[in-house]
């Protein structure tokens, strides 16, 4: 991405949008909401989202770091930066010749797109085509016109109060924008999987609350901030998350207590569900999501994952369900989870990890070793207990800046 240009605003592109019907202005204005979270850190932009394209104003802010983080958030196709120009043409020649001359490379080719908006304008796009292409070439002389794919696309659109001028294009994430598909319960744990299934749950528009279960003291602080930062890494890719930590220390108790063994790991994972599901009741959401990978533990077999399944009628949903480790550490390397989730704090899941655990637990055995405990206190007791903040992405420069800090 060039960064050198006075840039002045970046036109955004809708993806998968424009197929949203009379639902496509909500959609916009989630998209619009979201891109204005993931930019918090800029505070001279605007935004102004409109039924084909979005605007965001630069107002002074720099293009290039601001470009980094605008293409990963979720519902942008692609975009343009913008040169803005006075609405007259010595001028708009003047800046196509400027622009020609920072960005042509020997052996290119262009072209000249010309939009006009405004039709009072003194030339129409046909006649801007023709004068600004031999703008061109009195500039650069030795620049080829190429019409079918050319190297350098110049577009020129007149609009009511200025001129503007682009060239690159930029790809974007695609999916959804963040929230259009209403909104799910994220199981975060601090491993590699369930950041990687978060994403891409966002990916296709659900907003996630992310649901990290703390049993003090047998996981520490550094477990929980590990999970906290790991949903910071989330934010750039549709604005901040709500963070739900769970007291889960008494139910864990209770279960290492009245549990044979290898029925441990069943256990907890149904009351985990059980307190899951008990708050997306209490926050409105509609799904729990999961970074289950079939096959990959002994809770994680077709079996145990009914057994397991069995406390909800809410539906599971299983993004890497079907990914092999290694498609799933690419993934999580692609989004910067990947090494944060190997730090080495233990969770809620392998603090009372039984070494040989039931691959096929009977779900009768299950509910009859659960009679033994008090189920509808304990989940009460935990959800009644829980603790809701916000993560943002500003977290990760003060995170960030607090380690700088610390090496001094």
Not at 4 to 30: A, D, P, Q, W
Not at 229 to 250: C, H, N, R, Y
Not at 257 to 267: A, D, G, I, Q, S
Not at 359 to 365: A, F, I, S, V
Request: net charge neutral.
């Amino acid at each position: 991405m060039t960064t050198n240009l006075n840039y002045s605003e970046i036109m955004v592109r809708y993806g998968e949008l424009s197929t949203k019907g009379k639902n496509r202005m909500r959609f916009i204005g989630r998209l619009a909401k979201n891109i204005r979270e993931v930019l918090t850190e800029f505070p001279t932009i605007s935004v102004k989202a409109e039924r084909d394209r979005a605007h965001i104003f630069l107002n002074g802010a720099e293009y290039g770091p601001l470009a980094e983080k605008l293409v990963k958030v979720f519902g942008i196709q692609n975009f343009s930066p913008a040169i803005k120009v006075d609405k007259n043409m010595p001028a708009i020649e003047a800046a196509v010749a400027t622009l020609m001359k920072n960005v042509y490379q020997e052996g290119m080719t262009f072209k000249i797109t010309a939009k006009r908006s405004d039709h009072d304008f003194e030339l129409d796009s046909t006649e801007l085509n023709r004068e600004l292409g031999h703008t061109v070439i009195m500039a650069v002389p030795h620049a080829k016109v190429q019409m079918k794919k050319p190297d350098i696309d110049l577009r020129v659109e007149i609009r009511p109060d200025f001129a503007y001028l682009s060239y690159e294009t930029i790809k974007g994430a695609g999916g959804l924008p963040v929230g259009t598909a209403g909104k799910g319960m994220l199981m975060l744990s601090g491993g590699i999987d369930s950041p990687v299934a978060g994403y891409l749950a966002l990916k296709r528009g659900v907003e996630i609350e992310a649901v990290h279960f703390a049993s003090p003291p047998y996981t520490s602080p550094g477990g929980l901030q590990k999970a906290k930062d790991l949903a910071s890494k989330l934010t750039v890719f549709g604005g901040d998350i709500q963070f739900i930590e769970v007291p889960f220390t008494e139910i864990q108790e209770e279960i290492k207590e009245k549990v044979p063994m290898p029925y441990l790991m069943t256990v907890t994972r149904r009351f985990m569900m059980r307190v899951v599901d008990e708050i997306r009741a209490r926050r409105h959401g509609q799904v729990i999501i999961n970074g289950e990978s079939l096959g990959q533990v002994a809770s994680q077999t077709l079996v145990s994952m009914t057994a397991i399944n069995a406390v909800t009628t809410t539906p599971v949903i299983r993004p890497v369900v079907t990914m092999d480790k290694l498609e799933i550490i690419e993934l999580a390397e692609k989004i910067d989870t990947f090494n944060i989730s190997i730090q080495p704090f233990e969770d809620c899941c392998t603090i009372f990890a039984p070494p040989q655990p039931k691959t096929k637990p009977k779900l009768e055995n299950a509910e009859k070793f659960e009679a033994r405990m008090d189920i509808n206190n304990l989940v009460k007791r935990a959800v009644d207990g829980i603790m809701v903040s916000q993560i943002t992405g500003e977290m990760q420069v003060d995170a960030l800046e607090a380690a700088i800090q610390d090496l001094l």
